[in-house]
């Protein structure tokens, strides 16, 4: 992407967060927000390379990692002792990784309200988890920071790319649309790209990505 078609892209949602107000939520359709992301989105496109840089150069966060482990690659079962296992489909895109690309791949599309209310506490379950298990001892602010960072890249890379999807797809029935329409929950390829789109600019309202992006290309 460059800067050109990223200004394009913002604008783009900012029409579809006005015309189409069921499928975003109000705090990521206010003008305040979308102004804000004017600023910060180009921000992190000039400096991709340097938060690429930044999410490698944590090697006490880079592990194996299953890129997309949400639910639908996942199965889970009770083992004779009633105990509840889990396992994972697809491996193909695994590999050594930053965690934070690994958490977003497995939340990416999970509620906004599982965001919005338990975010801190999984993340505490996972640093936990690796500590337990002789990783190292991770820190939750530093790893919730390096979610953000990949989460605005993820977004301005291609999650932008949603809104003019639906409105080629829907014209403008698009306008009377809402997530939970039959339209678009029984489509995954709408359903599931809207969902991550709704969840990344949520965090990037909540969590002040411009903020996040300066402290890491601080020398």
């Known amino acids: 992407i460059n800067a050109d078609k990223l200004n394009r892209r913002l604008d783009q949602l900012a029409d579809f967060a006005e015309t189409s107000p069921g499928l975003l939520p109000p ?17 992190f496109l000039a400096h991709e390379p340097a938060v690429w840089s930044y999410l490698a150069d944590h090697p006490d966060f880079i592990a194996l990692c299953h890129w997309n482990a949400n639910v639908d690659n996942a199965w889970y079962w009770r083992d004779s002792d009633n105990a509840l296992n889990c396992g994972l489909m697809d491996w193909g895109c695994a590999g050594q990784m930053n965690v934070a690309m690994a958490l977003w791949g497995a939340m990416s599309g999970a509620e906004t309200d599982m965001w919005d209310h338990h975010l801190d506490e999984l993340l505490r379950l996972f640093v936990s988890t690796i500590s337990d298990c002789g990783g190292p001892e991770l820190v939750v602010a530093e790893l919730r920071n390096q979610i953000m960072l990949y989460v605005g890249i993820m ?16 014209g403008d029935a698009a306008r009377t649309l809402t997530r939970k329409d039959p339209v678009i929950k029984a489509d995954e390829s709408v359903r599931a790209p809207l969902q991550m789109l709704t969840n990344a600019l949520n965090l990037w309202e909540t969590q002040r990505f411009g903020q996040i992006l300066d402290a890491a290309l601080r020398p």
Do not use: C, E, G
Request: avoid cysteine; aromatic fraction near 10%.
């Open 27 to 43: 705090n990521v359709r206010s003008p305040q927000f979308i102004s804000r992301l004017r600023d910060d989105a180009p921000r």
């Open 155 to 170: 977004t301005v890379a291609w999650l932008l790319d949603i809104p003019p999807l639906i409105r080629k797809r829907f």
